[in-house]
């Protein structure tokens, strides 16, 4: 089952706008990865954030976490048509055995040329 | 270098028969995990090999198999096919034991089940 809930499930906005993603999450975790999903293809990894990090920033992406409300944001900023794809949100858990990574549902974003 | 490399790309197979998915991670990473994609139920965790070493499983049922050899190529097994199983299955491969880093995916292998 998802543990994470991302919102909003679609955006569409214009080209050069900023796009801003919710996840939350639901049991501690070790730390936070956003992904990038292209129509059906594999995941990329966009940026990870560590359980003792508050704000990271990637070029043109700015992610926060806040451990006390378990959530996470994602920041694309001045969006391109290229952006247009899923994004989720995934929660790394280390278990007393191995590990895993446990997703959002996906914000599915369009940015219109 | 070399992302990771899933074959096949594409697979039909009629219900009953079995399938084996195959991933080559990036050089140098040992640890391999696969995931399954569906609409409904979005990504959802299978397994994690480490060292040919299953260290976690998902909640799937015993149809679902893998393992890992000795250059941490992995393999995935799903037996007696049911129309569900269909879905986008992927790898995943890290050079960080116990997912202290981020995770390579290949492209996947897209399973339909008729």
């Known amino acids: 089952s998802q543990q994470g809930e991302e919102d909003p499930q679609a955006l569409s906005i214009q080209e050069g706008e900023n796009a801003t993603m919710n996840c939350s999450y639901k049991?501690?975790?070790?730390?936070l990865q956003w992904y990038r999903q292209n129509s059906g293809r594999g995941l990329v990894h966009l940026i990870l954030?560590?359980?003792?990090?508050r704000e990271k920033h990637s070029g043109r992406l700015r992610v926060t976490l806040d451990t006390s409300k378990k959530s996470s944001s994602l920041l694309i900023t001045a969006s391109r048509a290229a952006d247009t794809a899923s994004y989720f949100c995934?929660?790394?858990?280390?278990?007393?055995?191995?590990?895993?990574?446990?997703f959002g549902e996906g914000t599915q974003l369009t940015v219109n040329p | 270098k070399a992302g990771v490399t899933q074959t096949p790309r594409y697979l039909i197979k009629t219900r009953g028969q079995q399938v084996t998915l195959s991933c080559s991670p990036i050089?140098?990473?040992?640890?391999v995990s696969w995931y399954q994609q569906t609409p409904g139920q979005g990504l959802q965790f299978l397994f994690e090999?480490?060292?040919?070493?299953?260290?976690n499983k998902g909640n799937f049922p015993g149809r679902f198999s893998g393992r890992q050899f000795s250059n941490s190529r992995s393999e995935m097994n799903v037996s007696t096919l049911e129309l569900g199983d269909s879905a986008l299955y992927l790898c995943?491969?890290?050079?960080?034991?116990?997912?202290?880093?981020?995770?390579?995916f290949g492209s996947g292998t897209r399973l339909t089940v008729v």
């Open positions: 995943a491969s890290s050079r960080h034991d116990r997912g202290l880093g981020g995770y390579t």
């Open positions: 049991t501690s975790i070790n730390n």
């Open positions: 954030i560590r359980s003792n990090e």
């Open positions: 995934a929660t790394a858990h280390q278990e007393t055995s191995g590990s895993r990574l446990t």
């Open positions: 050089s140098g990473h040992r640890s």
């Open positions: 090999y480490f060292s040919e070493t299953q260290r």
